[in-house]
Structures are given as C-alpha cells and as structure tokens.
C-alpha cells in the first residue's frame, strides 16, 4: 500500500486569498485523484492529475479556479485560488493501489480549510 | 443520473451487531467498495465486492446483489472504536467512482 502525506493539514484563510494543498506519495503512481468532502456530503471528485500532462477536471471544476501540478510521479499540488466561504470543505489526496483483485484508493489524511 | 443510497446516521450498542445497507443506480457496474472514516481522519479501505456474495474479513463482512443493486456492511461484536462514517462507493462503467454520502454510525455502551 501506498503512504501519503499531504499538508497542510488545516487552514484558516481570508475571503479572495488562495491556498496550495501539497500532496507526496512513497512510491512513483501514474494517476493522482484530489477529492473535496463538504461537511455531510459524499466525496466529490475534483481532478486527476498525471505525470506530463494537464490534469483532467470533472464537471463543475475549472483549472483557474483549482490549478494542480504534476511535476513527478510522487508529487501533486491542489491550488484552491480567490477563495470564498463556500470553498470551505476537506481536500483529499488519493491514489489507487492494487489489491484484491481491485484498484483500491488510498488517502491521505486531508486538507481542512476554513475561509472567513 | 447516478445514485447511491445509504442510511445518513446509526446507532448501535456495544457488542451487539449491525448492518449497514446501501442501494446503488450506476452506468454499469465493476465493483463496490465499503470505506471507513473516523471524524477528522481520511477514509481506509474496508472491503470490495464485484461478484454476488458474502465477503468475510473478521468481524466485518460485505454482501453484494447486482440483480437488486444492492451491498450491505456487516459489523459484528461492535466496540467502540467502530464509531465513524462508513462510505460506499461503487464503479461505473467509465472506471468512476461513485460516492454515497456515507452512514455515521454511533456506538453506545
């Protein structure tokens, strides 16, 4: 299994400011998932991040709102940019590890961001 | 659209056991999967089902009807550690997650 570390781990930010989420895996992964958790919501997908190219944004996320680097095949930052209280909510990091016949997600602990 | 369904909040008595239902309306189907998360904490694996079945690992086991759309979570001898969300998500056709909302379940001695 895969061990990620990812910081910060909490955050108080200011109205219209921006925040960059730094996430390191321990061994070389080709996909990187960043996820946001809403108090009481389900994991939403934000993006998948690949080495080399630009990452993938679902449906309702933009890359000037929430631009993500790949340099390497460890490493992968979320930029949350002109925050409003509404982008309060727990960012995730995760990539998927083989097991049990499944590609099996791994997180990391998570960002929690409070912007006032 | 996609929909997984799942009961927001349980409770249950130490020792005693639980079953966590989820119902699911996916593109297609490659897999389910049960995730644990501790308030404050990421989620951890827990288990995966891809084929209709009993899944056993200790005292939690998952169970899996694709004809009905439909996965429970088992827990057994409940302690009080066993307090947290309990998320179920399942893969589509495309290989994408599906996410429910996830089922806090609180333990009382």
């Known amino acids: 299994s895969a061990v990620i570390s990812q910081k910060p781990s909490r955050d108080i930010c200011q109205r219209g400011t921006s925040l960059t989420i730094q996430c390191q895996v321990d061994?070389?992964?080709?996909?990187m998932f960043w996820y946001r958790q809403q108090p009481g919501q389900s994991l939403t997908l934000i993006a998948t991040a690949n080495q080399g190219s630009e990452a993938t944004y679902e449906s309702g996320f933009v890359i000037d709102k929430f631009p993500i680097s790949r340099p390497n095949l460890t490493f992968s930052t979320l930029t949350v940019s002109n925050m409003s209280p509404e982008d309060s909510s727990i960012y995730l990091c995760?990539?998927?590890?083989?097991?049990?016949?499944?590609?099996?997600?791994?997180f990391g602990a998570g960002s929690r961001l409070t912007v006032l | 659209g996609q929909n997984i369904d799942q009961p927001t909040e349980m409770t249950a008595t130490e020792g005693a056991i639980v079953q966590i239902n989820c119902t699911y309306q996916?593109?297609?189907?490659?897999?389910l999967f049960w995730y644990q998360q501790h308030a404050g904490e990421a989620p951890t694996f827990l288990s995966y089902n891809v084929l209709d079945g009993l899944e056993e690992k200790g005292r939690f086991s998952s169970f899996l009807s694709r004809s009905k759309g439909y996965s429970y979570l088992l827990l057994k001898e409940l302690q009080m550690k066993d307090s947290a969300s309990y998320l179920c998500?399942?893969?589509?056709?495309?290989?994408?997650?599906?996410w429910g909302a996830g089922t806090k379940l609180i333990i009382k001695p």
């Open positions: 061994s070389q992964v080709t996909m």
């Open positions: 995760s990539v998927e590890v083989g097991g049990s016949g499944a590609n099996v997600l791994t």
């Open positions: 998500a399942v893969r589509d056709s495309n290989y994408q997650l599906i």
């Open positions: 996916t593109s297609g189907f490659n897999g």
